[in-house]
């Protein structure tokens, strides 16, 4: 069964630096899709990135990019410039293209991200 | 655009007593879900449906049941309510794909 990996359960991040928030999954199929979600306190779960494996381009929207290595299983979500709006629950997520699971995604548990001003 | 509407924001519960959490889409998605979230925690998988007339259980199903007669709605119901079901609710849909998950705006529920 795939599983999915958040090492880190809390990060801190001042403003206008760079944060990178770790996520490792472990599956035997080669096509897949990944995610990151934010969920800031409002508790809406925002989509913020996605990634399809067969790309070797890692993917980037605005100040949030991904670190994709296939190989190793990661897939680790980059925010530059960190605003204080960034501060929210981050989850990584997979499913497989063939929806393995009946199309469900598989969670982590969550990073809590901070921003100091 | 509705995207994924949930229904109600806020319920309170009596042990023992029922209720129907509402969701519905209005992108033709086949995909649905119903997840709950325990504070500070990850989503759960409750059940889901790739159809309209097909669910199936997800990670965590027991006092739960779904109904899916349409594509737009998947209602959630919680049959004799328990403390351990206080949470919150969240419905998704997706498309094929990569297609991400459409998130409602959750409901959160206590159990008294």
């Known amino acids: 069964a795939q599983t999915v990996t958040q090492s880190q359960p809390e990060m801190s991040v001042q403003e206008a630096e760079t944060v990178t928030l770790s996520c490792t999954y472990d599956?035997?199929?080669?096509?897949?899709?990944l995610f990151w979600y934010k969920q800031p306190p409002s508790r809406q779960m925002i989509l913020v990135i996605r990634q399809e494996a067969y790309k070797q381009q890692n993917a980037t929207e605005n100040r949030f990019s991904v670190n994709f290595q296939k190989a190793a299983k990661s897939f680790s979500l980059k925010i530059s410039d960190s605003q204080l709006g960034d501060a929210a629950m981050y989850f990584c997520a997979y499913i497989s293209r063939e929806g393995g699971s009946q199309g469900n995604l598989i969670f982590g548990k969550g990073t809590k991200l901070s921003v100091k001003p | 655009n509705a995207g994924v509407t949930q229904t109600p924001k806020f319920r309170i519960l009596k042990i023992g007593q029922s209720m129907t959490l509402q969701c519905a889409q209005d992108?033709?998605?086949?995909?649905m879900y119903w997840y709950r979230q325990d504070p500070g925690m990850g989503l759960k998988l409750i059940y889901y449906?790739?159809?309209?007339?097909?669910?199936d259980k997800g990670e965590v199903p027991n006092g739960y049941n779904v109904s899916r007669s349409t594509t737009e709605d998947f209602p959630l119901r919680l049959e004799l309510a328990a403390p351990s079901q206080t949470s919150v609710y969240f419905c998704?849909?997706?498309?094929?794909?990569?297609?991400?998950?459409?998130f409602g705006n959750g409901t959160r529920l206590t159990v008294t």
């Open positions: 449906s790739v159809g309209a007339g097909i669910t």
């Open positions: 998704a849909s997706r498309g094929t794909g990569a297609s991400p998950l459409h």
């Open positions: 992108m033709n998605h086949n995909y």
């Open positions: 599956t035997s199929e080669s096509d897949y899709y």
